[in-house]
């Protein structure tokens, strides 16, 4: 998803809603990736903080990027 986002910064005009969407996915992807990893149980949800958080049980680096979301 993030080749995608980068593909269409090529475009004109840019468009920056779907470059969001696609960013936006790669991360939720990425939290709850490393979240099943770790062995806990991957909830349905899009809040990024709360995956975040939960990212933090296992690991407090990802205090670093709390504050992004």
Known sequence: M???AR???KMHPIPIEIICYHCQ???EKYLKVYIDLNGDKVIRTHDLKLL???CM???KEFQKIKDDF
């Open 52 to 54: 975040n958080k939960r």
């Open 57 to 59: 049980n296992f690991d």
């Open 25 to 27: 996915q790669s991360v």
């Open 7 to 9: 593909f269409l910064l």
């Open 2 to 4: 993030f080749q995608q």
